[in-house]
């Protein structure tokens, strides 16, 4: 298990870095945490860090954002909060983002847990106190 601190909001592009170091090659990242927990803050770390030059936030309405990186490659930010049901997931295409080269960053993935595909790399994120977050991979 793969543990990075993050000691407040002037630590995460460090932070983001690191997590994108560790990653590998996976493509389809699940961030677990609570209401509050940052889940959209480092997301956006990770995003500014890939060069996305559009505005960052949480697709809470849409379910789903497509961002272009500095290389041209697709990385979508989901948001499956608001879902109610597992169809809601699949009529946006959910297969389609998943098989395809781009990174899919997903909050609140408990919602479609069920879906996730196997090499789904999952990560929780756990609130220390106001300012520090652990990330655990």
């Known amino acids: 298990m793969t543990e990075i601190k993050i000691n407040g909001t002037g630590d995460l592009q460090r932070a983001a870095k690191v997590f994108l170091e560790h990653i590998g090659k996976s493509r389809i990242i699940a ?5 509050g927990a ?3 803050t480092f997301i956006t770390a990770i995003c500014n860090l890939l060069g996305v030059e ?9 379910i789903v954002n ?6 041209g490659k697709a990385v979508y930010h989901f948001d ?3 879902i109610n049901r597992l169809s809601e997931a ?4 959910l297969y ?3 098989d395809s080269d781009g990174l899919c960053l997903i909050e609140w993935p408990e919602m479609i847990e069920e879906l996730l595909p196997e090499e789904t790399l999952k990560v929780n994120i756990l609130v220390e106190d ?3 977050r652990t990330l655990l991979f």
């Open 90 to 93: 699949m009529d946006i295409g």
């Open 80 to 82: 499956f909060y608001r």
């Open 96 to 98: 389609e983002y998943f």
């Open 130 to 132: 106001e300012q520090t």
């Open 38 to 40: 940052g889940k959209t």
């Open 54 to 62: 559009d505005v960052v936030n949480s697709p809470t309405f849409t």
């Open 66 to 71: 497509e961002y272009a990186s500095a290389d």
């Open 31 to 35: 961030f677990y945490g609570g209401m």
